[in-house]
């Protein structure tokens, strides 16, 4: 178990050096800011971390997003074809994500 633990340190250690490289490598040049050391290089990697993945470290999605997909899949093939239309003529009108053939022909943009 120590030698995990020491490759996920290790790997860390070289995300964060990663980071602060491709930082000061394309940062400067494009956007004319500031290069970065390797503590603001590591501040810039948990804070990416926290708000595109969230605030804890585990990872929940493996299992929950194929308890879920199974859910909804197993939903869809009991509906009815009345039921499945239903549905689609909801998201439309709530998210205006699902179209169809006819929805895009008919769409002027």
Known sequence: MG???????????????????????????????????????????LLSKILFKGLFFWHRGDWHNRWNNHHWKAKWNTMSEEERDKFKQKMREKCGWYKTDDTIKADPK
């Open 3 to 45: 030698m995990w633990v020491s490759l996920f340190i290790a790997g860390f250690l070289v995300t964060v050096l990663a980071v602060q490289y491709l930082w000061n490598w394309l940062i400067p040049g494009i956007i004319g800011w500031r290069a970065i050391n390797y503590y603001e290089a590591f501040g810039l990697l």
